[in-house]
């Protein structure tokens, strides 16, 4: 695991190194570079820099590494998981190796198969390729985008990091705000890829490389999530047994470590399963780690949860609570992403990275499950739609008038917010009434919230076209595939796998994610939407398949979801801060919100009339964005 960094086209020996500096605790153990134009012969100016975290191949695996000639050079971030089935391969075709690592192992592949080298890996990665021959430099992102890769091409000129932070040291790039970068934070909390919210620096897409020749650059797809129309439908017994051999398979793999390993563990489903098959595959106790509230804060809490689970199979189990100090951290959660990223689950999950970084190096987590097998209440919201939007459209509108006087809750999951949403969304054609469940500020909200200059900025532009451009690549799907293919490629990368990136890596920790196997992938995409969700049952095809592996209370046990008790924490602890931050003063000499409906949004969750935590959120975290990066 490796933070990398590179610059293309130009000379700048003091850039590269400042660049590679930022990137220390990605791998705060070791740093290499390439200087390309310090080598005879070299067509092309190229400069390339590593840090690393050392996990496999701890005596001779440093980077930057080459093949027998050094005329392919790599920087690498990641972990390829079929590494020495692929090295055995290799060296039966004749290639030689110098190092025991994952990385060479590209470098040798590369040259038999040029950029669709790409296609073998399984894994998680991002990488760069320096082809000395060709003169080209090839830079590649695994398929669900589990690792990050952030560019700034101009005049010819290519620079390129894991974060931006990284790309920002050089000066002569410009800190302006993309607003339809903003736009997409405001509504779903994240800048979703290949945006960023500072102009011209963009996320590679996952499941795509970037090739940089001589001054220009082509960008292309390698792979994507294929979901068939028309499904073969095979006995269930056929899809329980296949899921659980891909989950035994995909686990197995991810162990592979020279440093000691863990699993983050919740108590539900998805990493209960991790963890029993990591109990499986293990030689001794898997160390286990978990995090929870106070006891006022009891429904946000899975500590009993997680440490039934880790009894029942005999883990070396540590638990930690989070207390609502959470501003102090924000600076440092701010740091991790760079932009604005208002997910509140990021703060136990940094907390629970900083915290098993003492005992351990590597660790497995459930991120993913959801998305594979229909875990999210809106799946179920899918179906309950199709029997809705047959109501008449005068009776559906009717409700959604009266709905908003339903007041709503600060304990975990706020079903009463869930409702709303639902019937709100139930007067919506089907791409809007999704967009509408998974947004946290609606149309009509934001033209009271942006200032005249941010509307004026957005007007004109298609809002929401990156979620339409997915939409429309799938729309003769099923329903719910079509959620799913969607969930994939937006709020599992730029979300989730975001978070489990950033806040592990801020902490020098390993984060793995077996659940995110494309193999697994690829096959949940040709599960029947019937097993899918039976009934209104989530998860169903997961709890069959792991029905002899896990205890009974663990495969019966409603979702919670990995949440903080944020709007409590807004209400009470957090409050003077959020005045503090929000004020008139401070968001008016931002320029970007009208200060009277930020008040209004502020006096109404106060008074627990409708619940604006996460909005409230994203505001605070802009601001402390704004200070640190503006």
């Not at 690393?52 to 920087?75: A, C, Y």
């Not at 207390?323 to 701010?334: A, H, R, S, Y």
């Not at 592990?504 to 193999?519: I, T």
Request: glycine content about 6%; some cysteine; aromatic content about 12%.
């Amino acid at each position: 695991m490796c933070g990398i960094c590179g610059i293309s086209g130009f000379k700048n020996k003091e850039l590269l190194i400042e660049m590679n500096k930022a990137l220390c605790h990605r791998g705060p153990d070791d740093e290499g570079y390439y200087f390309g134009w310090e080598r005879e012969g070299e067509r092309c100016k190229i400069g390339l820099g590593v840090r690393r975290l050392k996990i496999i191949d701890l005596e001779t695996g440093d980077q930057p590494i080459h093949n027998e000639d050094e005329t392919i050079w790599i920087v690498y971030n990641g972990e390829i998981y079929n590494f020495k089935e692929l090295k055995a391969q290799l060296q039966t075709s004749g290639h030689k190796f110098y190092t025991h690592t994952d990385t060479e192992v590209i470098v040798h592949l590369y040259e038999d198969e040029g950029k669709d080298c790409v296609k073998k890996l399984r894994g998680m990665f991002a990488f760069a390729i320096w082809d000395k021959r060709k003169g080209e430099l090839i830079l590649a992102r695994d398929r669900l985008g589990i690792k990050p890769l952030y560019y700034f091409f101009h005049n010819g000129n290519l620079i390129f990091a894991s974060e931006i932070k990284s790309i920002i040291k050089d000066n002569r790039i410009k800190r302006e705000v993309d607003f339809k970068a903003l736009d997409y934070y405001i509504k779903f909390l994240y800048v979703p890829a290949p945006l960023t919210i500072f102009k011209g620096i963009n996320k590679l897409l996952p499941g795509h490389i970037l090739l940089w020749t001589e001054g220009k650059v082509s960008i292309e797809s390698y792979w994507d999530l294929n979901i068939p129309k028309s499904k073969t439908e095979y006995a269930e017994e056929y899809y329980t047994r296949r899921l659980y051999e891909l989950l035994e398979e995909s686990v197995r793999l991810e162990l592979i470590s020279d440093v000691p390993l863990g699993a983050f563990l919740s108590g539900g489903r998805d990493s209960s399963t991790v963890v029993a098959l990591m109990t499986k595959f293990s030689n001794k106790p898997v160390k286990t780690f978990s995090i929870g509230y106070e006891e006022k804060n009891a429904s946000y809490n899975e500590l009993k949860k997680a440490r039934f689970v880790a009894n029942y199979f005999g883990c070396e189990h540590e638990e930690f609570i989070v207390k609502p100090d959470v501003i102090e951290l924000l600076p440092e959660l701010v740091s991790c992403f760079d932009e604005p990223f208002a997910d509140s689950s990021a703060i136990p999950t940094y907390l629970i990275s900083r915290l098993s970084k003492k005992k351990i190096t590597v660790a497995l987590t459930g991120i993913g499950g959801d998305e594979l097998f229909a875990g999210y209440p809106r799946y179920i919201g899918v179906e309950l739609s199709r029997i809705y939007e047959k109501f008449p459209l005068l009776l559906r509108q009717k409700f959604s008038k009266l709905i908003e006087r339903l007041p709503e809750s600060t304990k975990s999951g706020n079903i009463p917010g869930r409702i709303k949403r639902f019937i709100k969304g139930g007067i919506l054609p089907f791409e809007e009434r999704y967009l509408s469940w998974v947004s946290f500020f609606k149309n009509a909200e934001l033209m009271n919230l942006y200032s005249q200059e941010v509307r004026s900025e957005l007007e004109g532009r298609e809002s929401n076209f990156i979620h339409k451009d997915y939409f429309a690549k799938v729309s003769d799907l099923d329903l719910l595939d079509r959620v799913f293919y969607v969930d994939v490629k937006t709020y599992l990368c730029d979300d989730l796998l975001t978070i489990g990136d950033r806040v592990s890596m801020a902490n020098s920790l390993e984060l793995r994610v077996p659940l995110c196997d494309h193999k697994l992938l690829e096959f949940s995409a040709d599960i029947p939407s019937r097993l899918r969700l039976k009934g209104l049952s989530m998860k169903y095809l997961l709890r069959k398949a792991t029905s002899g592996l896990l205890p009974k209370e663990v495969l019966n046990q409603k979702k919670q979801g990995f949440m903080v008790p944020l709007a409590r924490w807004i209400q009470d602890e957090l409050r003077p801060q959020i005045e503090e931050y929000l004020s008139e003063k401070n968001v008016k000499s931002r320029g970007y919100f009208n200060y009277n409906y930020v008040r209004h949004i502020l006096d109404l969750h106060y008074q627990g009339r409708i619940n604006f935590a996460d909005q409230i959120w994203a505001l605070l975290v802009l601001e402390i964005w704004h200070r640190a990066y503006l």
